[in-house]
């Protein structure tokens, strides 16, 4: 699920990595982008799949912004006038799904409320029941996050972890970036996985 329709900063990677993901679990995904990839759509297909990718903007509470007071939770954009939040996350059923990738800028930023933990993307997702969420901390290149995710994924289709998937597929980013800038880290650093450890 992803390119997002209309909105301000276009992601001309998130439909190759869409397809690049598809392509992993033929017969099986489907794909939601721009004008189709409403609120409900997405919502109606997650009981069907196991894995899902979200290729797409996070936004996260965020200090200093002049919009913060409109700001209530963290969600994904699906449009340039919809979104998918935390909020209508966390109360859904998705204990069959494994993995979820949230290909998009700080999905593990969120705010702190008074004995709570982080309120973020990817703690909707584990209240809502998901086993592993893949998440990043800060705002992530799009040219580099496409291979890391789309790697991650073709990894646990080969079998492995959750977490051994992400690292080969960093190790396989980093061995394939060379010396350049591409190595710097942040074009991989910024990836995290939390969740079940198997």
């Known amino acids: 699920m992803g390119a997002p329709a209309g909105v ?27 004008a189709a990839a409403t609120p409900e759509a997405v919502i109606a297909e997650i009981p069907g799949h196991t894995h899902l990718l979200f290729s797409t903007h996070g ?6 912004l002049p919009w913060l007071d409109r700001i209530k939770e963290p969600y994904l954009t699906l449009s340039a006038d919809r979104q998918l939040t935390a909020r209508q996350i966390q109360t859904l059923d998705m204990r069959s ?5 949230l290909s998009a800028c700080q999905t ?5 409320f008074e004995g709570d933990e982080v309120f973020s993307l990817a703690r ?9 969420v893949l998440v990043s901390l800060l705002k992530v290149p799009d040219l580099s996050t496409p291979r ?41 650093a910024p990836w995290l996985l939390i969740g079940r450890a198997s």
């Open 8 to 34: 301000a900063a276009p992601l001309p990677q998130a439909a190759r990595e869409i397809a690049d993901a598809a392509g992993l679990f033929p017969n099986a995904a489907t794909i939601l982008s721009g």
């Open 59 to 64: 936004v996260a509470f965020e200090a200093g």
């Open 97 to 101: 799904v494994r993995f979820v990738a």
């Open 108 to 112: 593990e930023v969120g705010q702190t």
């Open 124 to 132: 909707a997702f584990l209240v809502a029941g998901v086993s592993n």
């Open 148 to 188: 890391i995710v789309v790697g991650t994924l073709r990894e646990l289709r080969g079998g492995k972890t959750a977490a051994a998937a992400l690292r080969l597929a960093l190790e396989a980013y980093l061995n394939d970036a060379g010396s350049g800038q591409a190595r710097r880290p942040i074009f991989w």
